[in-house]
């Protein structure tokens, strides 16, 4: 009688992926809207985030040692984790705050919690709002963007211009981006998309974060169904809403402006995409990213806040051991 086949216990087949090879991938798309940055707002802006990835590496390493740990630093985790609290950060930010912010994230963020994979919310996200709420006013004074050698100027932010511009609506505007017109603040979508104007070091081109994300999604190192939905759900309830305040009707809102203004793009392409703090299954995601869109929406529309991405997003992270349960699949051969 032939001789069954020995069948070992799963898995049988090894990836050939590592946690430093989507590191490498994540850091390589990020690294052009970081070099845009510095393009826009000059060396302070290399300074902030150098400063923010040396205090998460040094952070790292320590409680390497301190804890006896084998040298988690060659999966690059802390290196990404620092780049995008860089991003989060103002042009002029003092540097000691992305510091602060780093040692955060990574201190009690990342390692009370038991290190890369067992933290429940996404650590530069944590460290961003932890120094927002400790440094408001360094962390919501901006500057607008030098270019071709003109320096850079002291300038709000087209959602925080918005913000203090609705306090004053007049009869007869239609939309923010009129809006902001006739507060003297104009812009033009070209602007916002390519980041000619004030803002966070990241969130300057939604063009390179979109190329980015895009190289990410077709090597199947972020999925598609967080982004997407994310958006496309925000872009939604924006369109079908927030014409309203502007005396339009229903599905009058001003989608472009919404999505090239703040830190939507780097947010919903690289902070919710995380894979340690997003759901596993697709229908899960799908819900996360729906989910991310409305409470951006609402904070936005109707918060006092001018963003929204950030505290959205570490909610729907609260939420994602719940979406998991709801929407695990099935293991083979078990009937509920």
Known sequence: MDRLPLISTSPQIHAPGSTRKVMLWVLAALTPAGIWSVVLFGLHAAIVIAASVAASVLTEGLLNLAFKRNNTLDDLSAVVTGVLIGFNMPPEIPVFIPVVAAVFAISVVKWSFGGLGANWMNPALAGRVFVFFSWGTDMTSWTLPGIGGVDAVSGPTPLG???????????????????????????????????????????MSALLLLIGALVLIIIKVVDWEIPLTYLGSFALFMWAFDGLQYGGGLFSGDVLFHLFAGGLMLGALFMATDMVTSPLTRKGRIVFGIGCGFLTFVIRRYGNLPEGVSLAIIFMNILVPLINRFTKTKRYGVSS
């Open 161 to 203: 211009s918005l913000k203090v511009a609705m306090s004053s609506l007049s009869p007869g505007i239609d939309g923010p981006m009129r809006l902001l017109e006739s507060a003297g603040i104009p812009t033009t979508y070209t602007d916002m998309f390519l980041g000619k104007m004030a803002g966070s070091l990241g969130e």
